[in-house]
C-alpha cells in the first residue's frame, strides 16, 4: 500500500523552549520510544450519559474487559497504526486496546521521517542538563488523522521544575 498524503496532528505544535539553546543534531542513531494515544470507541452519547449515570449512582460496575471492549480503541485502529509503523522501519513495542496505545520504538532518523518531526538536542542555560528537542507540528497520514490523539515520547523537554525547600536547622542554645 502506498504511503498517504500526511496531516498536522492537532495540538502537536511545539517551539524551541524559553531558556534554551541548541547544542546540536542529534545522533540519527539514537534510539527513541514514543506512545500513540488513540481515539476512545465511539458510543452514542445518550448511551454514555446513561453509562455515567450508572457508575455515579453505583448501581453498576464494570469489569477490567467491559471496560476495554466499550471504552477501549478499536483493534482496527491499532492495526493502522502498527501498519504505518512496520512501513517506516518502526518496531512495536506493545498495544493495548484498553489503554488505547500503541508504543513504537525506532532511530531518530526513522522517526522524523515518519512523523515529519525536527529533532535535536537543546540546553538549558549553559549549566542545566540537554535533552531531546524538536519544533514545528507532527505529521501523520490523512487516513489516521480522526484515529491518533496524541504522540509522547518524541521531545524530551523538562516540562517540572523541582521547588524543594529545605527546612534550616534550629538555632542550637548555648
Known amino acids: ?12 505544535e511545539r517551539h524551541v523552549m524559553p531558556g534554551s539553546r541548541l547544542t546540536g ?26 453509562h455515567r449515570f450508572e457508575l455515579l449512582s453505583g448501581s453498576k460496575h464494570l469489569s477490567h474487559e467491559e471496560m476495554a471492549s466499550k471504552h477501549g480503541a478499536h483493534p482496527e485502529d491499532i492495526a493502522l497504526v502498527e501498519q504505518f509503523a512496520q512501513q517506516h522501519g518502526l518496531t512495536v513495542v506493545s498495544s493495548s486496546i484498553a489503554k488505547r496505545r500503541v508504543v513504537l520504538r525506532g532511530t531518530a532518523a526513522d522517526m522524523q521521517s515518519a512523523f515529519d518531526a525536527a529533532l535535536q538536542c537543546y540546553q538549558i542555560d549553559h549549566t542545566g542538563p540537554e535533552f531531546r ?8 497520514p490523512e487516513r489516521m488523522k480522526d484515529i491518533v490523539v496524541a504522540i509522547l515520547g518524541m521531545d524530551q523537554r523538562p516540562v517540572a521544575k523541582p521547588h524543594f525547600r529545605i527546612k534550616p536547622r534550629a538555632a542550637v542554645p548555648s
Open 1 to 12: 500500500m502506498a504511503l498517504d498524503t500526511k496531516v498536522t496532528l492537532p495540538g502537536s
Open 25 to 50: 543534531e542529534i545522533q540519527p542513531d539514537t534510539t527513541i520510544t514514543v506512545s500513540v494515544l488513540l481515539r476512545r470507541r465511539s458510543a452514542k452519547s445518550g448511551a454514555q450519559t446513561a
Open 133 to 140: 528537542g524538536r519544533t514545528g507540528a507532527l505529521k501523520i
